[in-house]
């Protein structure tokens, strides 16, 4: 049985990755986080951010390690911008729980370079307009959670 943020060899694939039981193409680690090439890209130099302790999702982070992986990929960003790799701009991207697409339950940060028609997308874009009661109330609703 593990601790609360022992890496959970054996049943997920970060955690054999930071263990080093599984082949990675490493590009950073240290005492906190590990970042290697993601397995499957969605588009060339796309970066996974992995803390070594296991956390399923932010929830899940403690604030430390949560900077880390932060300012680690930071770093990668500008340093994508100076690989000679296409990179005309940068996604920092989260899955946080399956519903917003999460699919490897340990948290990871992926830093995506982005150049034009490079053929990945995310459709942000909404037409809808909600009303500000409902923000006003969204906002409080937060507010509490928050403190």
Request: proline letters at 5%.
């Amino acid at each position: 049985m593990t601790r609360p943020g022992e890496p959970v060899t054996g049943g997920c694939v970060f955690c054999d990755i930071v263990a080093g039981q599984e082949e990675t193409s490493l590009v950073h680690e240290d005492d906190t986080v590990v970042a290697f090439m993601d397995l499957h890209p969605v588009t060339p130099g796309h970066v996974l951010v992995v803390p070594r302790a296991h956390a399923v999702g932010l929830e899940d982070l403690d604030e430390d390690t949560g900077a880390q992986v932060w300012s680690v990929g930071h770093r990668l960003a500008r340093a994508l911008r100076r690989s000679g790799l296409p990179c005309e701009g940068i996604n920092l991207f989260v899955c946080d729980g399956e519903a917003a697409w999460q699919t490897v339950f340990h948290f990871h940060l992926h830093v995506i370079p982005r150049s034009a028609g490079d053929g990945w997308e995310v459709s942000p874009e909404s037409d809808v307009e909600r009303g500000r009661s409902h923000l006003d109330a969204e906002a409080q609703a937060i507010r509490r959670a928050f403190r």
